[in-house]
């Protein structure tokens, strides 16, 4: 190890370099300059003669004094520099100059002849060549061996995990080397003569890693509250508050100019609903209109209808219309984890919206928040029912709400707070319905716009075809057409895509590599044929539309009825309609039986004898069409209304009541039978006609499957 003193003479290191007088016999007598040794005394001693003979200035005049070798020395070492004294080869013997300082190398006059010679074979200062090592502080691996193998190196110390060492060179320099797999390094290190060994790491990791370890459930802590805050609208969320408590400000979305791209000229077939909103934005732009009569603006509009009829694309239009600002939001967002954050989002929606006013908000879904209170299995939910209890407070509680116009949409009225419905909060409930035939082909053409379309498609034949289909169900029908139309790589969007698409939206994608034998082909086109046979013949029922025997979903064929408009939109059904709708459910089996024969009949008619088994069973029981029954409703449905669902129907009625209702719903279906038998025996040419006629093509449609009838001269059948 290299001694260190205070005096900056003494601090180079300096390694063994043997001095030979009987090379230089001007030189010094024999003696080492090492590391070790290299202090005032251990310099001194070197340079005293042995105890035999004590020179001193007395008896030697010529020898200078140990003072004046001292400091000789002392200078001459400080100007040094170690590559002067780290040689190569040692045999051969340093040059010697006089110091650099001049009041070491200028000789007194009284000087003695030694010193004079000391002086001029001084070690002059020489740097050996090292341009063979490695310039930089990060060598690579083979530069280092080739140092480690030329002597360069005097001492590595390695890394904890041995990937990485850092090296001493002869000269002084630092680098670090990094490590690979070499299980002959230690070998090579060890027979070149350096230095290993080994760090033992930072003295502070223990520390550190202790308060780490006590850091760690703060700084985890300390993540999870930004995500939460992230997540209830915090910075960078989607409310963007940045408050520490964000998560209990509303997250509604706020325009002070609305600009939703809708208008009521974007919406058809709901023109009752436009026509009262209508009224609540005129009443905005023109409220002297109104007040001067003594009207009040209405606080609230509830939009109720079923899915997909239009009631979030309505709202878009108000805040197109009005001209107001308007809020809009979900009544999801006010259901929170912790009691009381959806009332204080409540309240805060309602703090921006008087601020505002006079403005609209939007409340989605409202039935998320609006469930009647105290109700329900396992009881009330106590956050939501603060909300719901400051939601009514604030849209007409003690301070009121002026200005503030409520609009709320929920397909589910019936499950609403009674308390939420009444005048003074929504004074409106509009019913947003499904379209009628002039509906449906308003909003036909308004989602074929920017489709191109082929000269066959009839709006009016595609509306009739369609009842029951909302706005959405309908703005699906035109986009699967044309993405029909591009799969076939056609210009233009024909009928034949449309009729495609409709099937593919009724009864599921087509099966075209369905592997399917001619034998069952042929009970398919049968067990359809009888189905429209008896459609057919039957009076005042839906005329037949469409066969076809191509698997669809889970059907193996179908057979399409075009319903009567005014039947569905009055609802009112005949009890001859229903008799007769239940013999046409039983025509595919009765087909069966008479061609292939009991033995040989499939279940493919699970689904039309459950049919069937439904609307007896609601012609005695609900609709009072048993004789023996008579006007009584039995088994009316039961079960809580909040579960979305009826439950098992509870039975409030004797079991003798049970065993007439099991009979007249027996004697139904057997009428039904018999009816169907009759008409396709009666009938049989035309039956074997028409399904060769589906085993040729497939499909068959209205006006070919009425030709047959013509052709064949059949006859209504008559009871």
């Excluded at 200062?125 to 690579?140: F, H, I, N």
């Excluded at 035109?478 to 790589?489: F, V």
Aim: contains cysteine; neutral net charge; aromatic residues 8%.
């Amino acid at each position: 190890m290299a001694s260190t003193t205070s005096n900056p003479l003494l601090s180079t290191t300096f390694h063994g370099t043997q001095i030979h007088p009987r090379r230089n016999p001007s030189a010094l007598p024999l003696f080492f300059l090492t590391p070790r040794r290299s202090n005032t005394k251990q310099i001194q001693s070197l340079l005293l003669p042995s105890q035999n003979r004590k020179p001193n200035s007395e008896n030697h005049p010529n020898f200078p004094s140990q003072a004046t070798l001292a400091t000789f020395l002392f200078t001459a070492l400080s100007q040094t520099t170690p590559q002067a004294l780290a040689l190569d080869n040692p045999t051969t013997p340093p040059s010697f100059s006089p110091p650099m300082q001049a009041e070491a190398t200028t000789p007194s006059s009284s000087s003695s002849p030694f010193s004079q010679s000391l002086l001029l074979t001084a070690p002059k200062t020489q740097t050996p060549a090292s341009s063979d090592l490695p310039e930089g502080s990060q060598w690579r691996y083979s530069e280092f061996l080739n140092a480690v193998k030329k002597g360069k190196v005097e001492r590595v110390r390695f890394s904890k995990d041995g990937t990485g060492l850092q090296l001493t060179a002869v000269d002084g320099r630092r680098a670090s080397v990094t490590v690979p797999n070499d299980p002959d390094l230690i070998d090579i290190l060890a027979m070149n003569g350096v230095d290993i060994s080994v760090s033992e790491g930072d003295s502070g990791n223990g520390l550190f890693s202790f308060i780490g370890n006590l850091l760690f459930p703060f700084l985890a802590f300390a993540g999870l509250f930004f995500l939460f805050r992230r997540a209830q609208g915090g910075p960078g969320g989607p409310g963007g508050l940045g408050g520490p408590m964000d998560f209990g400000r509303s997250k509604s979305k706020f325009q002070e100019v609305p600009e939703t791209g809708v208008t009521f000229g974007d919406v058809a077939g709901a023109d009752q609903a436009k026509l009262e909103l209508q009224e609540v934005v005129d009443f905005l732009k023109n409220p002297d209109k109104y007040t001067a009569l003594g009207a009040k603006i209405p606080k609230g509009c509830l939009l109720v209808g079923p899915p997909g009829t239009g009631k979030t694309l309505l709202a878009r239009a108000v805040a197109g219309e009005a001209g107001v600002p308007f809020f809009s939001c979900a009544a999801s967002e006010f259901v929170e984890l912790f009691v009381g954050v959806g009332a204080s989002r409540v309240r805060d929606l309602f703090e921006k919206a008087k601020s505002k006013a006079p403005c609209i908000v939007f409340i989605d879904e409202i039935d998320a928040v609006g469930r009647q209170r105290g109700a329900g299995l396992g009881g009330g939910n106590d956050e939501r029912e603060q909300t719901i209890n400051q939601l009514l407070t604030e849209m007409d509680g003690f301070s009121g709400n002026s200005g503030v116009i409520v609009l709320a949409a929920t397909n589910r009225p019936d499950v609403l707070d009674s308390a939420l419905l009444r005048p003074g909060r929504f004074d409106r409930q509009v019913t947003v319905d499904r379209p009628d035939v002039a509906g449906r082909v308003k909003i036909l053409q308004v989602h074929s716009r920017g489709k191109a379309l082929a000269k066959d498609v009839d709006f009016d034949k595609i509306s009739r075809r369609t009842p029951g289909f909302t706005g959405a169900d309908l703005q699906n029908l035109m986009n699967e057409a044309a993405i029909l139309a591009a799969r076939r790589d056609l210009k233009e969007i024909s009928k034949d895509e449309i009729s495609d698409a409709l099937e593919r939206i009724i009864a599921g994608p087509e099966k075209k590599n369905a592997v399917v034998s001619e034998e069952k082909k042929k009970l398919v086109a049968y067990h359809e044929a009888g189905h429209a046979l008896v459609g057919a013949l039957m009076p005042e029922y839906d005329p037949v539309a469409k066969i076809s025997i191509i698997p669809r979903g889970q059907a193996g064929g179908l057979t399409f009825f075009a319903p009567s408009e005014e039947r569905l939109e009055s609802g009112l059904y005949s009890r001859s309609y229903l008799e007769n709708q239940m013999a046409v459910a039983l025509g595919g089996r009765v087909a069966e039986e008479v061609i292939f024969g009991t033995e040989n009949v499939t279940t493919g008619a699970s689904n039309d004898f459950m049919q069937v088994s439904r609307v007896a069973r609601q012609m005695v029981e609900r609709f009072g069409f048993s004789k023996k029954i008579g006007q009584v409703a039995v088994g009316g449905p039961g079960g809580n209304p909040f579960l979305g669902q009826q439950m098992s129907s509870q039975k409030d009625y004797s079991m003798a009541t049970a065993d007439v209702v099991d009979s007249e719903v027996r004697e139904l279906v057997e009428k039904a039978y018999s009816r169907a038998t009759q008409i396709i025996t009666t009938h049989i040419d035309i039956l074997h006609k028409l399904a060769q006629l589906l085993m040729e093509k497939e499909t068959v449609d209205g006006e070919e499957f009425m030709s047959l009838f013509i052709d064949g001269r059949a006859e209504l059948y008559i009871a």
